[in-house]
């Protein structure tokens, strides 16, 4: 669809409408009739790319492995009325008229380095904080074409809403670190 402007007149005259040489003229815009998919995407791939779900003992959470970003996080424990007790509250969402999500990443000079357009590789796609265990990691993995591997966690604690994310980095060229980030 074109794009439009109209144009009101001050203090609610109602003049004629000047000629057309009489309107300064606009320039025309062409607006995309359908969202935007980020180069080498598509929003086929995009329902067909893994998605992560992991639960702690307080939330529910969802890592979509295109840029490892945190695409929903539900308080398991916090319901989203007292009307809706067994519905969780939903801090995070990926939904249009209400997103709010969590995007990280590494950026860097001279080398590629992965952010949160990078498709990341999973060994697995649902991790569960198990009786007995303290920490949750979730591990996302991505190798630039210098052969640098990097491995994205998150890391949840029990009895805590504090996630961590480290990058592990494994240099196979060798190159020192003034060379990666100069």
């Known amino acids: 669809p074109a794009a439009t402007q109209s144009q009101g007149t001050a203090g609610g005259s ?9 309107i300064p003229s606009t320039p025309s815009v062409d607006l995309p009739s359908t969202p935007q998919v980020a180069a080498g995407a598509s929003q086929e791939g995009d329902q ?6 992991v639960e702690t003992d307080l939330f529910l959470a969802e890592i979509d492995t295109l840029g490892g970003s945190i695409k929903q996080l539900s308080l398991l424990t916090y319901p ?4 809706e007790p067994d519905v969780p509250f939903e801090l995070l969402k990926n939904e249009a008229v209400d997103i709010f999500v969590t995007q990280t990443g590494l950026i860097g000079n001279r080398s590629e380095y992965p952010n949160h357009r990078t498709q990341y590789r999973v060994d697995v796609t649902e991790f569960k904080l198990q009786d007995g265990e303290s920490t949750l990691v979730v591990p996302l993995y991505w190798e630039s074409s210098d052969g640098v591997r990097y491995t994205k966690k998150f890391i949840f604690e029990r009895g805590t809403y ?3 994310i480290e990058f592990d980095v494994d240099n196979q060229e060798r190159h020192t670190i003034d060379q990666l980030v100069e």
Do not use: E, N, T
Request: overall charge positive; charged content about 30%; hydrophobic content about 40%.
């Open 14 to 22: 109602s003049k004629a409408p000047a000629a057309a040489g009489d």
């Open 48 to 53: 067909q790319r893994p998605m992560l779900r």
């Open 80 to 83: 989203v009325s007292v009307d």
């Open 162 to 164: 504090d996630a961590r």
